[in-house]
């Protein structure tokens, strides 16, 4: 992944102006994914492999193509915000804050893990299993077990909530942890989305426990099938409905227009965070 990285850095330094790899250079990254060992797998790069499977590969060997525009800023911002938030409003707690390193991080996660005592919260802990690391909003312990909570800054549970704690889940227990409940943490729809960043109950937790179980078979024949992707060329998926839902694509502007149905189009303009917590419904057409 070095040289990945290294190649990466020389492909953004010569100020490319179209996104189309030079020949030499789409040769030495397919090279790479058939040689190279597999690179680690995330949460988010499995939940972006959900969405397409070009989406995925583009993440690992191209990730300075992505370009987000305002709204999407605005929603991963708003993301971080709720994020501080909900720790505040969870409780007591230690963060295992080691940004990108998360060699220190899975390490100060197991040392509270394996305390005596440990914190009744741990947030954004740090887990790997089988070549997947998780970053884990909050574990919070209960007794000898925990409760697996994700933080979500939407009034409402959606789909790829439920598949993203599956994913944590599958490796928390794959990595030796009793995970008692999972749990989503949502925004509470009865406070305003103007006052929700400065009220005490802007977090409601619902129990998606047997949701997240009815998935958690099929999080192994992901990672399989994910792993198999990034040992492979780069995808030729054509864009479509896939790129805006259930969250637009970065690389939208990589892969050429989008052809929408009027359904999908409208989709893309009720996920401004002005105008609603978060998109909760996927029109049919989509
Ligand atoms: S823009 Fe569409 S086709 Fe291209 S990677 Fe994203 S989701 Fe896939």
Known sequence: MQMVRQLILLVSLTGESNFEPKPAEAATIDAMTKTFPTPRLSKSKIISGRQCERRIWLEVYRPELRRFNPIQRARLQRGTDFGVLARALLGGGE?????????????????????????????EAAITHQNVIVRVDALRTIGNEFDLIEVKSSTEVKEYFIEDCAIQTWVARGAGLPIRRVMLGLLNPNVGISDWSRSGESLRLQDVTDQVSERLAKV???????????????????????????????????????????????????????????????????
Request: proline share 14%; charged share 20%.
């Open 95 to 123: 963060l295992v804050d080691f940004g990108h390193d998360h060699r220190s991080a899975i390490s100060r996660t197991s040392e509270l893990l394996g305390s005596a005592n440990p914190p009744e919260h741990i947030f």
């Open 220 to 286: 192994h024949v992901w990672v399989r099938r994910f792993e198999s992707v990034l040992h492979s060329p780069e995808p030729s998926i054509i864009p479509g409905p896939q790129c805006i839902v259930p969250f637009g694509c970065p690389f939208v502007h990589r892969c050429g227009p989008t052809r929408l149905p009027p359904a999908c189009e409208s989709t893309e303009r009720r996920s401004h965070p002005d105008t609603s917590a978060e998109d909760s419904s996927t029109p049919s057409a989509c």
